[in-house]
């Protein structure tokens, strides 16, 4: 027997609201949901996940999942929780970022068109772009008032804020756009449910009181709480920007970082979110770290079970083969497999030096790549005292005064990583 989609999100703390008499409807058979994904860029950030994991949950429950890819809706752009308006997108953009984003999606939910509760992408795009003006107006717009949509949270808070742009009249209309996403839904592909995070609410019930007065239809709705952190600062930010889904823009070592870094207590609230690990191997996993919290191991089984969701197995054990070389766990073997990316990536902010091809084939006395040619160490004799007391490496080997840095040592064709002690490393840029 199939799980009860609401209980699941409920013991993973995944409602904020639900309509009465949803969880009944669920019950009764197969359903059709929907979320809407916002097209803005070729790529989900970490802050999409949520409302990709509830469609993942709905599959996983007999249910079916469409993705709506909010192609008219983002040349518009959503009011709710936005203090300005949004940077309009081409078509060609649009097309663009579907494409990727449809790639992303497939990790998570079944495409394959054979079974009946398969997923599908849909683009409100393609049911937007021939509707004119006019038709809308009259076809959608005469069924919900003025006071009707001036009295919801996203439209009040803007009209309210101390911005002196106010919100555009283009902008105004964007809960009618999605109102109509949902009945266009509802009366092609039978879709009885919206799902979105918790600012989506007033959009998602203008979709069912249109779906009411146009179809006379009974529709649901529900939503997840937006996601915070314990310690105030925004979730799914980093200082270099958004945790993407895209290994390009946040590589498999940097995710994977994301999540191991999480505080105890976002990580006993994440690991509900953003695994699908049962609630009983949940529950033991707490207890364990409850127990031995110095062992991170819920940032642990986060991180691996997140990032081997969207990277893949491959680039998981990179990423944990990565995070061991900041660790002192890894040889120079290790290190030699890094690409170029994850290198830096994991070497961000330690000092550098370029030094020459020529003199890496000539082979580069130690004395100069500590100091002469680099100024990692201050002085020369600051060096030889250091060799001679066994604290320098390279790519983690023990050295002495008379090795010589060749070919042989080079990472990736063009790094080499010194280090005194445990703790303090210096790259050699090889040009």
């Not at 469409?66 to 709710?80: E, F, K, N």
């Not at 079974?115 to 772009?129: F, S, T």
């Not at 290994?247 to 994977?256: I, L, Q, V």
Request: glycine fraction near 8%.
């Amino acid at each position: 027997m199939a799980k009860n989609f609401i209980e699941e999100l409920q013991w993973r703390g995944m409602i904020h609201d639900v309509m009465p008499g949803t969880e009944e409807h669920l019950l009764e058979g197969m359903r059709a949901a929907y979320v809407g994904i916002d097209p803005t860029a070729d790529s989900l950030h970490i802050g999409h996940l949520v409302g990709v994991m509830m469609l993942k949950h709905f599959q996983a429950c007999g249910h079916k999942p469409y993705a709506l890819i909010g192609g008219a809706t983002g040349m518009i752009g959503d009011p709710s929780g936005k203090s300005k308006e949004r940077n309009l997108l081409t078509e060609d953009d649009l097309l663009h970022n579907q494409n990727a984003i449809k790639g992303q999606l497939a990790r998570f939910l079944e495409f394959d068109a054979a079974e009946p509760n398969a997923a599908v992408l849909v683009n409100n795009y393609d049911w937007m772009k021939n509707f004119s003006f006019l038709e809308f107006i009259r076809d959608v717009g005469k069924h919900i008032t003025v006071n009707y949509m001036m009295a919801k949270d996203s439209v009040k808070k803007r009209l309210s804020s101390e911005s002196a742009e106010g919100m555009s009249f283009t902008e105004f209309t964007y809960q009618l756009v999605q109102g109509y996403d949902f009945l266009h839904l509802y009366n092609e592909n039978n879709c009885t449910l919206q799902m979105g995070g918790s600012d989506q609410w007033g959009n998602i019930t203008t979709g069912t009181e249109l779906i009411r007065r146009i179809a006379s239809g009974k529709a649901f709705a529900l939503t997840c709480p937006l996601i915070t952190k314990a310690d105030g600062t925004k979730f799914g930010k980093t200082e270099g920007g958004n945790v993407w889904l895209d290994a390009e823009r946040t590589s498999p070592y940097k995710f994977y970082q994301y999540w191991l870094n999480t505080s105890d207590d976002d990580a006993e609230k994440y690991i509900k979110i953003f695994t699908f690990l049962s609630k009983e191997e949940i529950e033991s996993l707490v207890a364990s770290h409850q127990e031995a919290p110095h062992l991170r191991g819920l940032q642990k089984t986060l991180a691996e079970e997140i990032t081997k969701m969207v990277h893949g197995e491959e680039n998981l054990e990179n990423a944990i083969k990565a995070s061991d070389i900041l660790f002192g766990k890894s040889t120079s073997e290790d290190l030699k497999t890094l690409d170029g990316k994850t290198f830096l990536d994991i070497f961000e902010g330690v000092p550098q030096a370029e030094v020459s091809k020529e003199e890496i084939q000539e082979g580069l006395d130690m004395i100069g790549a500590l100091s002469a040619k680099t100024g990692f160490l201050k002085s020369n004799g600051d060096a030889r005292r250091e060799l001679k007391q066994n604290s320098i490496s390279v790519n983690k080997n023990k050295v002495k005064e008379d090795y010589r840095i060749t070919s042989d040592d080079l990472i990736n064709n063009k790094f080499v990583l010194l280090q005194r002690g445990k703790k303090n490393y210096f790259v050699l840029v090889v040009n």
